[in-house]
């Protein structure tokens, strides 16, 4: 399975904190998946951190590397992809992350109650 992972899942995954829930937890850590990270929550958190709104590692990539997350770029199809969306969540970074997750058919690791009505599959973070 591929996993792609929310803002909140991922900072939660590196941190190892007990409010990622079980179920998410173990299959990010299941050998069998690949886990995406994309360019969007990159950025994202690079936002929220200037604006000193988000706690983050400062070594980003390294902490992908470390564990063995994949960064997943933002093509044009993603981009194009988030037109077809129904008006559900306002918020362009999660309207993205949908985007890819629809285009990529991957599973969307999120606690995030709006992105849970799109048509996608998710894992709840």
């Not at 981009?79 to 997750?101: G, N, S």
């Amino acid at each position: 399975m591929n996993l792609l992972l929310d803002t909140h899942a991922l900072i939660w995954a590196f941190t190892d904190d007990a409010t990622l829930s079980e179920v998410a937890r173990d299959a990010i850590v299941d050998g069998h998946n690949r886990v995406f990270v994309s360019a969007v929550t990159a950025w994202e958190i690079a936002i929220k951190k200037s604006l000193g709104k988000l706690e983050a590692p400062d070594n980003f990539e390294q902490e992908l590397e470390r564990h063995r997350f994949t960064p997943l770029s933002i093509t044009c199809a993603h981009a194009l992809a988030v037109e077809h969306l129904p008006p559900i969540h306002t918020d362009p970074f999660d309207r993205l992350l949908v985007a890819q997750t629809k285009v990529e058919g991957f599973v969307l690791v999120t606690r995030d109650d709006r992105i849970a009505r799109y048509d996608i599959t998710i894992i709840r973070a």
